[in-house]
């Protein structure tokens, strides 16, 4: 229990993390609009305290192809207004200074030769200066400019990728560019995700389909953290989770509050936290993990007839106890008698 602000107690927000695997699961469209979309989703748990996507180089220079199909449709469009076959039903108007342009190519031109150019001004002002002066400015002309950045993120076309990183980090996730190795990101992602278990928190969403990270959700599930994966073929890697969600449902919006509940999984398996069966199958009933093992047993049937644990072979088994002792005591008289009769003799000898 913690206080709030209100001065009510109220109970201890969970805290999670959110590790995002670039190299197995891109952003199949937008990239802002995706991890926010996760976002919200890890939301549902509790507080997300972290959100971190790890991948190499080429995740960021690589072109998907709804990219590739986007420009090639606007580039297309372009062509169309520049030759007067297709005319826009309204004027373009720069979101900057409301200035209107007949054709996207002539916004273009405006916004290059005037506001980009003033942007790059700007920029130079703020390298030459240091400390509180630098700072300050880049807070004033710099940071607070989002008229500037949104139509940038229209307008200008990146030299490199399509502006991945850029868009994760507006949406609050921290990038990491990995080294150009084999299992790199792995290798990132499995440090951040040991790193977060130690930092006590309660939940780690994992948006991957790399069937290496099973054995990181099973020391995460027995450090009794709650797992999510977000992933798309299957269930293997979500096999080892709490709850498994589908990637482009993540992505359209489409979960809701009944996806992410803890649901009892299709296969049967041994918790071992609580020592118990988690889900326990016969004759089509389930059975709770305390009933005891006669019953369980008991309810199986084989060409009609019951089988109970303990009921077969307790019979016999009291029966050959009694034998044992039988023979044994046997056994022990006839030591006893033995070593009485050599006793005698031996006293009849010192005797005679």
Not at 6 to 16: D, M, N, S, T
Not at 140 to 160: C, H, M, Q, V
Request: glycine letters at 8%; one cysteine or more; charged letters at 35%.
């Amino acid at each position: 229990m913690v206080r709030t602000k209100e001065g009510v107690y109220a109970a201890k927000a969970k805290k999670v993390v959110v590790l995002w695997d670039l190299d197995n699961k891109p952003p199949r469209g937008p990239p802002y609009e995706a991890a926010l979309a996760l976002k919200s989703v890890a939301q549902k748990f509790g507080d997300v305290i972290d959100m971190s996507a790890y991948a190499n180089r080429h995740a960021f220079i690589h072109l998907p192809q709804w990219v590739v199909e986007e420009r090639r449709e606007r580039r297309h469009l372009d062509f169309l207004e520049r030759k007067g076959v297709s005319a826009p039903s309204e004027p373009y108007i720069c979101s900057v200074c409301g200035r209107k342009c007949k054709t996207n190519m002539d916004l273009k031109k405006h916004f290059r030769q005037l506001h980009e150019r003033e942007r790059q001004k700007k920029m130079n002002r703020m390298r030459s200066l240091k400390g509180k002066k630098r700072q300050r400015f880049k807070e004033r002309f710099i940071d607070g400019n989002e008229k500037y950045n949104e139509a940038a993120r229209s307008l200008l076309t990146p030299k490199i990728g399509y502006g991945l990183a850029h868009e994760l980090r507006r949406a609050g996730v921290y990038v990491k560019t990995v080294q150009d190795k084999p299992q790199a990101a792995d290798w990132a992602l499995k440090r951040q995700m040991l790193h977060s278990m130690s930092r006590g928190v309660d939940w780690i969403v994992l948006v991957s389909d790399d069937s290496d990270f099973s054995e990181m959700l099973r020391k995460a599930r027995e450090a009794n953290l709650g797992t999510v994966v977000v992933g798309d073929r299957g269930r293997a890697l979500g096999r080892h989770a709490d709850v498994w969600v589908p990637w482009i449902r993540v992505e359209n919006g489409e979960i809701k509050e009944s996806d992410l509940e803890l649901k009892s999984k299709d296969w049967t398996e041994f918790d071992e936290r609580s020592g118990r069966f988690s889900v326990s199958e016969f004759d089509g009933d389930l059975a709770s993990g305390e009933q005891s093992l006669d019953e369980l047993v008991g309810s199986m049937e084989f060409s009609g007839l019951r089988i109970s644990s303990f009921s077969e072979g307790e019979e016999e088994y009291e029966e050959g106890d009694e034998l044992r002792g039988d023979s044994d005591e046997d056994e022990e008289g006839d030591y006893f008698l033995d070593s009485e009769d050599e006793k005698l003799e031996e006293e009849n000898d010192v005797y005679f």
